[in-house]
């Protein structure tokens, strides 16, 4: 082969290497090229989801805070409404309170048929008629029975015994007197038989009774606070004790049984209302003092003593009432020693079965006789200068008590 074809040879060759070269460049560039792309397209699938993690968890949070605030906007919704809750704010009920009641005459005595007499003429619903509103628009009204509802004639020796006829408890029933304590001086006039016959007669009238080692628990419809909101009335139980100071028994221990047995019971109020051994004073003695504290020290919530005849003052003791002496209220004597009387009233809050702080009460000062030259057994409200001069008396004798209360200001 001359050097002519020799040199075309290998200018050919030369330039099909070339080629080779070129495209093993392209090749290698394309896979290169493919390999930047995949790790492109892969950096940006990571990055995406990663976005997508994070706009996810953006989303989970945003959801999670409107949900949180939609809760915090119900609550908040939901909180004046609660608060609106009428039984939130307690059951009010109102107790009014007044002495000695004598339905009975002391066949004895000269001037033993005033009451009767009355009854005879005038009916059933004269003795309280001036005092009728008040027991009737509070919720409930105790007194203390003097003397025996029975036709035994088997009387005690003692000078003094009253006795009444059966058909007398519609002085109380129509009234709006709703229980009596039985517990004074007075209970045993007709001895044991004429007790047990009182019992029975004020059960059958329907009149609520308590008193020595018998307690009365009475379910009191009360009144809630107004709030704009219609709503069904409340019920609060009331349990009652009475206490004969002068009890031939152990009156304090029984007492506190009684208040034991009430609580158990599931009393909300307890009230004790007591007969004291002291008669004509003014001031309540230690012995007094001792056994009304003794009493609110072991859960009693009012008490209300009935005795003395005069009235006394009123004590706050460890934020309960102590009304001393109401004074009488009805009596059969023709020329009682002392007119004055006192209505005491008290109203109540009760909130999940507790009484809630000082509770509001009320002094009406009344006179046991509307005549004031003879007795004419039926009491009334006073007015003016003579209403002052009671409530004034009051105040006075409550200055001498330590927690003693003082006069509304004006």
Known sequence: ?????????????????RAMAIQRGIRIGAILLALVLAIISLTQSCALRRDMKELAAQLREKKLAQAQQEILA???????????????QGIQVTLSFVGDIMLGEDDNREDGRLVQDLYEERGASYFFQNVRSIFEGDDLTTASLVGSLTTTDIRRSWDDAYRAELGYTEVLTGSGIDAVTVANAHALDYSDEGYVDTLANLDNAGIQRFGFDDTARVGVTGVLPATGVTVPAGSVTVGFLGVYQRSETNYEAQALQDIEALKEQGADIIVAVVSWYSEQANTPDDSQILTAHKLIDNGVDLVVGIQPYVLQGVEIYHGKYIAYSIGSFMTADA????????IFQQTFTVLDGAVQG????????CSISGNSGKN?????ILEGSERQRVLDHIYDMSVELDGGVSPPEE
């Open 335 to 342: 020329q009682p020693q002392s007119t004055d009387s006192l």
């Open 376 to 380: 004419d057994c039926c009491p009334i």
């Open 358 to 365: 000082l509770a509001d009460f009320n002094l009406i000062p």
């Open 74 to 88: 119900a609550q908040t919704v939901a909180e004046p409404e609660e608060s609106q809750e009428p039984l939130a």
């Open 1 to 17: 082969m001359d050097n002519r074809s020799q040199r075309q040879r290998q200018k050919q060759l030369a330039e099909r290497r």
